[in-house]
């Protein structure tokens, strides 16, 4: 049997080849969990989590120390000698730091969201879409690639189900979608009102001088009254005969009206994606309202005219519309008159719709189509059944009014325009005051235009401008 003797710089070189091969080890056991860094950086061991569940790290060596940068986002303790409990805590990306006897390895340790019950619900219901969902204390966020408008609009209902009490942000992309997230809308009101009116009636009544005292009336339209001996008329209506030597006289109502009304509103407006925008072209009318016990009155004021409000949302290359068109009017017939105060009524026609379109096709709110009719009819019993002279005794009213409201819609992509795009503002043939009567320009350098873009002068100006 034979014995070698080694000398000391041979056991030197095996112990430092010793020590490399650890070192080589516990890189490669580092090296299985690291992910790709970029180029010129420290190639660093990765450990990814999602918050709220945990991970064991292992090492090739007896752990000593371990250390955290931020505990509050993962937490890490030590169950074996070479065994590591890392706990996902919040979203973020920390250090963790593990010393052994000779050896210290440092890693990433980066925890991610975890997967909300919305989003595991979006995955079944849209299989193969991409859609990213984030969750705070006052909003949704949907984002990702989906293939169709129709899949980004009800990944919005399903998320606005959801919470109802949240927020939606879609962000969903969708393939052409366009870039503008502005959307003007132009709308035009067409209102037309058609009436008619027929009235007809007679009052007979004699005079006082004779034997006989007497009047016929069916109290619809206003008729003569005796007052102390007098006969007092409120009304002479359309026709007044009177015979001054039988003092038989009548008042007889005879009108036939007829009459139109039109209206035309045009109004255009601007509004941001999913952002409510309104419009309002008409007046307030005062409202007094008294105040308790005090007595006191304060006015209130109603709004009444064209009014128009509307919420875009973007879907791609359509454009979703919730709109909300209103015309008012004020109706003084039904009004009421409160503490010496006339109050009119408002006529009202609204409608209220939500429909999708492309840019620059219209749609029409139609049939809105109010019909009145109204027949009042009063009679003297007995004697308005007679024959011929019956209809004296008779009255008729005869009122018929017709009200037709279309309402055309179209939504526009649109832009801000560059300082070289904006149109010349409308003005009208005449001219302002003519320029150079000012002290400004009587100055020496012209110092009304000293900030202001070059204007041609005339021979007027040259002339102060050279003195």
Same mark, same amino acid.
């Given at each position: 049997?034979?014995?070698?003797?080694?000398?000391?710089?041979?056991?030197?070189?095996?112990?430092?080849?010793?020590?490399?091969?650890?070192?080589?080890?516990?890189?490669?056991?580092?090296?299985?969990?690291?992910?790709?860094?970029?180029?010129?950086?420290?190639?660093?061991?990765?450990?990814?989590? *999602?918050?709220?569940?945990? *991970?064991?790290?292992?090492?090739?060596?007896?752990?000593?120390?371990?250390?955290?940068?931020?505990?509050?986002?993962?937490?890490?303790? =030590?169950?074996?000698?070479?065994?590591?409990?890392?706990?996902?805590?919040?979203? #973020?990306?920390?250090?963790?730091?593990?010393?052994?006897?000779?050896?210290?390895?440092?890693?990433?340790?980066?925890?991610?969201?975890?997967?909300?019950?919305?989003?595991?619900?979006?995955?079944?219901?849209?299989?193969?879409?991409?859609?990213?969902?984030?969750?705070?204390?006052?909003?949704?966020?949907?984002?990702?690639?989906?293939?169709?408008?129709?899949?980004?609009?009800?990944?919005? %209902?399903?998320?606005?189900?959801?919470?109802?009490?949240?927020?939606?942000?879609?962000?969903?992309?969708?393939? #052409?979608?366009?870039?503008?997230?502005?959307?003007?809308?132009?709308?035009?009101?067409?209102? =037309?009102?058609?009436?008619?009116?027929?009235?007809?009636?007679?009052?007979?009544?004699? $005079?006082?001088?004779?034997?006989?005292?007497?009047?016929?009336?069916?109290?619809?339209?206003?008729?003569?009254?005796?007052? %102390?001996?007098?006969?007092?008329?409120?009304?002479?209506?359309?026709?007044?005969?009177?015979?001054?030597?039988?003092?038989?006289?009548? +008042?007889?109502?005879?009108?036939?009206?007829? #009459?139109?009304?039109?209206?035309?509103?045009?109004?255009?407006?601007?509004?941001?994606?999913?952002?409510?925008?309104?419009?309002?072209?008409?007046?307030?009318?005062?409202?007094?309202?008294?105040?308790?016990?005090?007595?006191?009155?304060?006015?209130?004021?109603?709004?009444?005219?064209?009014?128009?409000?509307?919420?875009?949302?973007?879907?791609?290359?359509?454009?979703?519309?919730?709109?909300?068109?209103?015309?008012?009017?004020?109706?003084?017939?039904?009004?009421?008159?409160? %503490?010496?105060?006339? !109050?009119?009524?408002?006529?009202?026609?609204?409608? %209220?719709?939500?429909?999708?379109?492309?840019?620059?096709?219209?749609?029409? !709110?139609?049939?809105? /189509?109010?019909?009145?009719?109204?027949?009042?009819?009063?009679?003297?019993?007995?004697?308005?059944? +007679?024959? /011929? !002279?019956?209809?004296?005794?008779?009255?008729?009213?005869?009122?018929?009014?017709?009200?037709?409201?279309?309402?055309?819609?179209?939504?526009?992509?649109?832009?801000? @325009?560059?300082?070289?795009?904006?149109?010349?503002?409308?003005? @009208?043939?005449?001219?302002?005051?003519?320029? $150079?009567?000012?002290?400004?320009?009587?100055?020496?350098?012209?110092?009304?235009?000293?900030?202001?873009?070059?204007?041609?002068?005339?021979?007027?100006?040259?002339?102060?401008?050279?003195?």
């Amino acid at each position: 049997m034979k014995t070698f003797r080694r000398s000391p710089r041979v056991i030197l070189a095996l112990i430092a080849l010793g020590c490399l091969a650890s070192n080589g080890a516990a890189l490669a056991a580092g090296q299985a969990v690291q992910g790709q860094k970029a180029p010129g950086t420290p190639d660093l061991p990765r450990v990814a989590l *999602t918050s709220g569940r945990s *991970t064991i790290v292992e090492t090739t060596f007896d752990v000593t120390r371990i250390a955290v940068t931020n505990p509050a986002i993962a937490d890490a303790v =030590v169950v074996r000698p070479r065994e590591i409990l890392i706990d996902g805590k919040a979203p #973020g990306t920390i250090s963790l730091i593990v010393w052994g006897a000779e050896t210290r390895i440092q890693y990433d340790i980066v925890v991610q969201q975890p997967i909300t019950p919305l989003e595991q619900q979006l995955h079944l219901l849209f299989p193969g879409e991409t859609i990213q969902v984030a969750v705070n204390a006052d909003a949704i966020i949907l984002s990702g690639n989906v293939s169709s408008t129709e899949v980004m609009l009800r990944a919005a %209902e399903v998320a606005r189900a959801a919470g109802s009490k949240q927020n939606v942000l879609n962000m969903l992309q969708v393939p #052409g979608a366009a870039e503008s997230q502005q959307v003007m809308l132009q709308v035009r009101f067409a209102e =037309v009102n058609r009436r008619a009116l027929m009235d007809v009636g007679v009052t007979l009544f004699t $005079g006082l001088t004779g034997n006989w005292t007497g009047r016929s009336s069916t109290q619809q339209f206003p008729g003569a009254d005796f007052e %102390e001996g007098r006969l007092v008329f409120s009304d002479f209506l359309n026709l007044f005969l009177f015979n001054n030597q039988l003092n038989v006289g009548a +008042l007889i109502k005879a009108l036939k009206q007829t #009459g139109y009304f039109q209206t035309l509103a045009e109004p255009n407006l601007i509004a941001y994606n999913n952002q409510e925008a309104s419009f309002l072209a008409g007046g307030e009318f005062p409202i007094p309202i008294v105040q308790g016990n005090s007595g006191s009155v304060s006015v209130d004021f109603k709004e009444f005219g064209v009014r128009l409000s509307f919420k875009p949302t973007i879907a791609g290359d359509l454009i979703r519309l919730h709109v909300v068109p209103e015309v008012s009017s004020l109706d003084f017939n039904n009004g009421i008159l409160l %503490e010496g105060f006339r !109050i009119p009524a408002l006529t009202t026609r609204r409608a %209220e719709t939500e429909v999708e379109l492309r840019d620059g096709q219209s749609f029409a !709110i139609a049939g809105l /189509i109010d019909n009145e009719t109204q027949t009042d009819n009063a009679a003297i019993p007995f004697l308005s059944q +007679l024959p /011929i !002279i019956g209809n004296l005794f008779k009255s008729k009213a005869d009122r018929k009014e017709r009200t037709e409201l279309l309402v055309i819609v179209t939504p526009r992509l649109v832009r801000p @325009l560059n300082p070289d795009e904006v149109p010349p503002l409308p003005t @009208l043939p005449g001219k302002f005051l003519p320029s $150079g009567d000012d002290i400004g320009q009587q100055l020496e350098g012209g110092g009304g235009t000293i900030d202001a873009p070059p204007v041609a002068r005339d021979a007027r100006n040259t002339a102060v401008a050279s003195r």
